[in-house]
């Protein structure tokens, strides 16, 4: 099975199908899992870490063709997880197989764009691990150029986009129940990152990253349900002595960094990404509307929150009436339980349940010729603002423009 290239169609025509549950994944409702046809996919696998957690083998229209990983015994992990028995020690080898129609790329961060645009030249559709690109606008340049000029699929992998709690903030919007989101606070904590800057006394890529060159879980809470778009801001570094700091690849002064975008509709997103500190490890947002917040569960405190504005009122210690607001526990689904994913993929799987749908959304856009949910543009969306956040870092805090490419 081979495409041509998308069905032509713009990115906003198809956001607009997204957001009024045409795209069905993304928003829940009344799509089930219809098998599309008999076709199989031929994928493959690179990338023997994050690549063994996702679950292309269980899709009905999925075929693992092959695997690849530089070390040889996360080549033999693959191949056990996929029950795959061809495998390539590099991915240069494993594009020149003519039956492998699709790559998933989960290599490390640096390599990300070098690789999607081996594997696009080579004519596979690819799925790639986070961030789109490593630290570079110029880099956002060239993925978009390469998605384009090959008219086949990319999808970045976002795990946040299908969190199961985004998955119901997704209906609560389509709904309207939020009202207007006039605020979002979006954070990724992480603290003792620091144990996987080196394997074997060696430094890894990871070793000094900047924290807003990995900003995607937070930024895909926001772009990721109401299409927005982050047109300005102001970031804050924070780091120490440690010399970590001091001596890296990246120059990276900060454990920690917060930032404070303005979008294209006037609303604010504070995402605060912290690699240092005591606090627990989370990826969690919160959303204000005008009638109705959502609140991810917090590490250090209560489930899912829905906060109403009603009529209703009190009386305060001064005396003077207010507002009451009504707190409201929220139940939430177990929606990789359900008929939004083929029989053998309901189940949990990392990252709150995102991984079977990532992985669905892909094979399904590729047989249906379609644009994913998380294309180029959303993903550069999302990678984008945290490289100029960086630069706002680096710079004091200084407000700076995001430059746009859709």
Same mark, same amino acid.
């Given at each position: 099975?081979?495409?041509?290239?998308?069905?032509q169609?713009?990115?906003?025509?198809?956001?607009t199908?997204v957001?009024g549950?045409?795209?069905?994944?993304g928003i829940?409702g009344?799509f089930?899992?219809v098998q599309?046809?008999?076709k199989?996919?031929r994928?493959?696998?690179?990338?023997g870490n994050?690549?063994?957690?996702?679950?292309?083998?269980?899709h009905?229209n999925?075929?693992v063709?092959?695997v690849?990983?530089l070390r040889p015994e996360?080549?033999?992990?693959l191949?056990?997880?996929y029950q795959?028995?061809k495998?390539y020690?590099?991915?240069?080898?494993l594009?020149?197989d003519?039956?492998?129609?699709?790559?998933?790329i989960?290599?490390?961060?640096?390599?990300?764009?070098r690789h999607?645009?081996?594997?696009?030249?080579?004519g596979?559709?690819?799925?790639?691990a986070?961030?789109?690109v490593?630290g570079?606008?110029?880099?956002?340049?060239?993925?978009?150029?390469v998605?384009?000029?090959?008219g086949?699929v990319?999808m970045?992998?976002?795990?946040?986009?299908y969190h199961?709690?985004?998955i119901?903030?997704?209906?609560?919007?389509?709904e309207?129940k939020f009202?207007?989101i006039f605020?979002?606070?979006?954070?990724?904590?992480h603290?003792?990152?620091e144990e996987?800057?080196f394997?074997?006394?060696q430094?890894?890529?990871?070793?000094?990253?900047a924290?807003?060159?990995?900003?995607?879980h937070c930024t895909?809470m926001?772009?990721g349900?109401?299409g927005?778009r982050?047109?300005e801001v102001t970031?804050?570094g924070?780091?120490?002595d440690?010399?970590?700091?001091k001596? %890296?690849?990246y120059?990276?002064p900060?454990?920690?960094?917060? +930032?404070?975008?303005? *979008?294209?509709r #006037?609303n604010a997103?504070?995402?605060a990404?912290?690699w240092?500190g005591?606090?627990?490890v989370?990826e969690?947002?919160?959303?204000?509307?005008d009638k109705m917040?959502f609140f991810e569960?917090?590490?250090?405190?209560?489930?899912?929150?829905?906060i109403?504005?009603?009529?209703?009122?009190e009386?305060?210690?001064?005396?003077?009436v207010r507002?009451l607001p009504?707190?409201?526990?929220?139940e939430q689904p177990q929606?990789?339980?359900?008929d939004?994913?083929?029989?053998?993929?309901r189940?949990y799987s990392?990252h709150?349940g995102?991984?079977?749908f990532l992985?669905?959304e892909?094979?399904?856009?590729v047989? %249906?010729n379609r644009r994913?949910?998380?294309?180029v543009y959303e +993903?550069i969306?999302y *990678?984008?603002? #945290?490289?100029?956040a960086?630069e706002?870092?680096?710079?004091?805090g200084?407000?700076?423009?995001?430059?746009?490419?859709d």
């Amino acid at each position: 099975m081979r495409t041509s290239g998308l069905s032509q169609q713009t990115r906003r025509e198809f956001c607009t199908k997204v957001a009024g549950g045409v795209a069905a994944l993304g928003i829940p409702g009344r799509f089930t899992f219809v098998q599309p046809s008999e076709k199989k996919l031929r994928v493959a696998i690179v990338g023997g870490n994050f690549g063994s957690t996702f679950h292309f083998h269980e899709h009905p229209n999925c075929i693992v063709e092959a695997v690849s990983d530089l070390r040889p015994e996360r080549r033999g992990h693959l191949m056990e997880t996929y029950q795959c028995a061809k495998s390539y020690d590099s991915l240069e080898k494993l594009v020149l197989d003519p039956k492998i129609e699709a790559v998933f790329i989960a290599t490390p961060g640096p390599d990300h764009l070098r690789h999607v645009m081996l594997a696009m030249k080579a004519g596979k559709h690819v799925m790639c691990a986070v961030p789109a690109v490593w630290g570079s606008l110029e880099e956002c340049e060239k993925l978009l150029r390469v998605v384009k000029s090959t008219g086949l699929v990319y999808m970045m992998a976002e795990t946040s986009y299908y969190h199961q709690a985004m998955i119901s903030v997704r209906r609560f919007y389509k709904e309207g129940k939020f009202g207007n989101i006039f605020y979002t606070e979006a954070e990724y904590h992480h603290d003792g990152l620091e144990e996987l800057f080196f394997e074997d006394g060696q430094r890894t890529w990871r070793h000094g990253m900047a924290p807003m060159h990995y900003p995607t879980h937070c930024t895909s809470m926001l772009i990721g349900l109401t299409g927005e778009r982050l047109k300005e801001v102001t970031c804050i570094g924070w780091g120490d002595d440690d010399p970590i700091l001091k001596d %890296n690849a990246y120059n990276n002064p900060f454990w920690n960094e917060t +930032a404070l975008f303005k *979008t294209d509709r #006037g609303n604010a997103l504070r995402v605060a990404i912290f690699w240092k500190g005591a606090h627990k490890v989370t990826e969690r947002a919160q959303w204000y509307g005008d009638k109705m917040s959502f609140f991810e569960p917090h590490p250090h405190g209560p489930g899912h929150i829905i906060i109403r504005r009603e009529r209703q009122t009190e009386v305060d210690e001064k005396g003077k009436v207010r507002y009451l607001p009504q707190f409201e526990k929220y139940e939430q689904p177990q929606y990789w339980e359900t008929d939004m994913l083929p029989p053998l993929m309901r189940h949990y799987s990392y990252h709150d349940g995102s991984h079977t749908f990532l992985t669905h959304e892909f094979v399904e856009a590729v047989l %249906n010729n379609r644009r994913p949910t998380i294309d180029v543009y959303e +993903a550069i969306a999302y *990678t984008a603002p #945290g490289i100029v956040a960086h630069e706002s870092a680096l710079k004091g805090g200084l407000q700076m423009k995001i430059p746009q490419f859709d």
